[in-house]
Structure formats: structure tokens, C-alpha cells
């Protein structure tokens, strides 16, 4: 594989090698007598020159399609100069070679100016060939036959030049394409985990400030309250201007794209949890060192798990458990059943929160369940420690 890329990046190389093959091939048929190939009896010729100025012609030629790449029009015309000092001498299938391979190059290189320039002049000579043929010999078929073996030598290397044109065209397009989609896969996918992290942010929020306004006024516990709404309003703001400066990066490659939330943060999860009400109990396993992708997944399950709790069961205990069996990571939340509800606007509950998180796990190869479990509502999830694709530390949603 690195030698064929190594050879398809040193085109100069190509172009040489192609250059010495055409010439020892062409050497070789000289040899062998494929010579004066074009002669007929009705038409007057140089063929009693000596067979090496084929040789030479051949020379000529080779080294004028050294420059088809950079200056395929001249190379070209050095190419139909050589041809027709061939056919005067009777021509040769080396030249032949020589003549089809500037063509071809010609209409892979040259503008489409020039290109349309070469394809008329194809088809005049063509035509002309065919009828001067046809009407000195007297004999249609010669015509025919003229204008078969011209359409071939002339017409045939244009027509695939533009066939290889077209298909490289389109490979452009897919690859821009292809890119594109995955550019606007990639921000739907960002824009789903802002709305999902400003969505928890503003439920704790609206949690918090709901509990202290039920409440009889108290200074301490008011002020405890403001502070966790703080807390969380500013945890918002720095997840947002994260996401926002993702989406607006110009050079993805070079930003850092590691997003805020990952295992090092639940402590702060659980704190924030506990000063809403909740008491939560945790049994985690020392961090092994899963990638960033897994890390901000698990972040982000434990989160809308101790969210629904506080939303749907406030007051209520809560046991996180995080193990590492094997080359998996488990998650497994579970909170008591209170009769107590707290959710007082619809706003606070989109019923989108776990359809993500099933969602963010399935992309990762894990799977998640949820749903209640005797006196529990319990959360479980199963990533793998080492997904496809999580090499290169960028989370995705």
C-alpha cells in the first residue's frame, strides 16, 4: 500500500517510466518489422528510407510525451508532426503507440478549450481521410476501412480520457458530499447534547428555586437554594460556550475538542444532587482510563439519572454503583418510590432524556435499560471500555 501511494504521488515518475516502456516496446516492433504499415500501392510514400528513422521518429516522440502532464497541447502537436513524418515514411505501430497515449493525455490534461479544439480536428481528419481515401482508390470500402482504423487511433483514447474525467468528477462530489453529511451529522449530533445538557441545567434550576418558593421563607436554606441555582446556571453557561465554540471552530482538527463532563465530575454531580434533596449513595471502582468519549457518556447517564430522580422522586435514596468487569463498563442507578412529585410545569419533563441516553449508548456498541423494579426506578448501562473509533479522544453524542 505505501509503494502504491508512494507511485501514484511521483507522477513524474509515471511519466518517464511510461515514456521508456513506450520506447523499448516501440524498439521492439521496429525490429520485428512492423513497419510501413500504412504503405499501399496506389499511394506514393518515403517507404524506401531506411527503417532506423522510424527509430528516431519513435525517439522524438517518447521524449515529447516526458511533457504530456505539464504542456499537453504542445506535446501533442510535437506528437502529430512525428506522425506525420511516420506516415510519409510509410508508418509504424510505435509511432502508433506514441500518437494514441499524447491523445489520450491531451484529453485528460489539457482545458476544455482545447480539448474541444482537439476533438474537432479529430473529427475532420477523420472525415477527410475517409472520403480523400475512398474517392483516390475509387472503392468505398477503403473509406470505410480508413475511417474505422482513424475513429480508433484518434476518437478512441479522447472518448476514454473523458470517460476517466467524468469518473473522477464524480468521485469529488461524493467525497464533498460524504464530507458534508458528516459535517451536519456531526452538529446535529452537538446540538442534541446542548439541548440535553442545558435541558438538565434548567431542570435542576427550576427544581431548586421551585423547593425554596413551596417553602416557608428561610434565610439559610434560601440562600443555600440561590447558591445551587448559581452553581448550576453557571455550569450551563460553561457547557454552552464549549458547545458553541465546537460549532463555530473553522479548523475542528487542530481544536480541542474534548468536551467538559467526565468521571473525574461525579463527585459533583453527587453533591449537587444532595443539596436538591436527594441521598445518594455511591459504590464506584477506581477509573481505569476509558477514553474521553466513554468518560462524557457515562457523565452524561449519571446526570439525567440523578436529574429524573430529583424531578420525579424528590427526597427519595439513591445508590450509584459504576464497576469495570472485563473490557465493559456498567452503570446501574436505582432511586426509592416517593409519593412526592415535583414537577409543577410541563417544561420541566420533555420525555426525551432517556430516548438519548439509549441513543448515545447504542453509538458507543453499549446498550442501556430503564424502568421500575419492585420499590426502584432503576437506570443500567453497559458501554464498552475501548468502542470503535474512540482512539482519538473526541466524544460523540
Known amino acids: 500500500m505505501a509503494l502504491n501511494a508512494l507511485w501514484r504521488e511521483r507522477r513524474r515518475y509515471q511519466d518517464v517510466l511510461t515514456a521508456v516502456a513506450t520506447f523499448l516496446a516501440g524498439l521492439a516492433f521496429n525490429l520485428v518489422g ?49 506522425g506525420a513524418a511516420d506516415l510519409a515514411l510509410g508508418g509504424s505501430v510505435a509511432v502508433v503507440l506514441v500518437l494514441f497515449d499524447l491523445i489520450f493525455s491531451a484529453g485528460l490534461y489539457a482545458s476544455a478549450r482545447a480539448r474541444a479544439a482537439v476533438t474537432t480536428a479529430v473529427f475532420v481528419v477523420v ?41 473522477r468528477q464524480l468521485g469529488v462530489l461524493d467525497a464533498e458530499r460524504t464530507a458534508r453529511e ?45 447558591r445551587a441555582v448559581r452553581t448550576s446556571s453557571l455550569a450551563a ?31 459533583d454531580l453527587v453533591a449537587e444532587a444532595s443539596a436538591g434533596g436527594l441521598r445518594v449513595e455511591t459504590n464506584t471502582a477506581d477509573d481505569p482510563g476509558m ?48 409519593h412526592a412529585h415535583s414537577i409543577d410545569h410541563h417544561a420541566l419533563s420533555s420525555g426525551t432524556g432517556l430516548v438519548s441516553l439509549r441513543e448515545r449508548a447504542a453509538l458507543l456498541g453499549g446498550d442501556l435499560t430503564a424502568g421500575p423494579d419492585d420499590a426502584h426506578f432503576r437506570l443500567r448501562a453497559t458501554l464498552p471500555l475501548n468502542p470503535a473509533g474512540a482512539a482519538s479522544g473526541r466524544p460523540r453524542s
Not at 422522586?313 to 463498563?329: E, Q, R
Request: hydrophobic letters at 50%.
Open 291 to 338: 477514553p474521553a468519549v466513554v468518560s462524557h457518556t457515562v457523565y452524561r447517564i449519571v446526570r439525567e439519572a440523578l436529574t429524573n430522580a430529583g424531578k420525579h422522586a424528590p427526597g427519595s435514596s439513591v445508590t450509584l454503583d459504576i464497576c469495570y468487569p472485563g473490557d465493559l463498563v456498567t452503570v446501574d442507578i436505582a432511586n426509592t418510590l416517593t
Open 237 to 267: 453557561l460553561e457547557e454552552m460556550r464549549s458547545m458553541i465554540m465546537l460549532l463555530r471552530a473553522d479548523d475542528p482538527v487542530g481544536t480541542d475538542l474534548t468536551l467538559p463532563g467526565g468521571v473525574d465530575r461525579l463527585p
Open 127 to 167: 472525415g477527410t481521410a475517409s472520403v480523400v481515401a475512398g474517392l483516390a482508390l475509387g472503392e468505398l470500402r477503403i473509406g470505410v476501412f480508413v475511417s474505422l482504423q482513424l475513429t480508433t487511433l484518434l476518437f478512441v483514447p479522447l472518448w476514454w480520457a473523458a470517460n476517466i474525467r467524468q469518473q
Open 34 to 82: 512492423l513497419t510501413d504499415v500504412w504503405t499501399l500501392p496506389e499511394i506514393d510514400s518515403l517507404a524506401g528510407a531506411p527503417s532506423w528513422w522510424h527509430t528516431v521518429l519513435l525517439a522524438i516522440g517518447c521524449l515529447a510525451m516526458l511533457g504530456k502532464r505539464r504542456r499537453p497541447m504542445l506535446a501533442l502537436g510535437v506528437g502529430a508532426l512525428v
Open 182 to 226: 458528516a459535517v451536519l451529522a456531526d452538529r446535529a449530533a452537538m446540538a442534541r447534547d446542548l439541548h440535553d445538557v442545558i435541558a438538565a441545567h434548567l431542570s435542576t434550576t427550576a427544581i431548586h428555586s421551585g423547593a425554596a418558593l413551596a417553602a416557608p421563607p428561610d434565610t439559610s436554606r434560601d440562600r443555600a437554594a440561590l
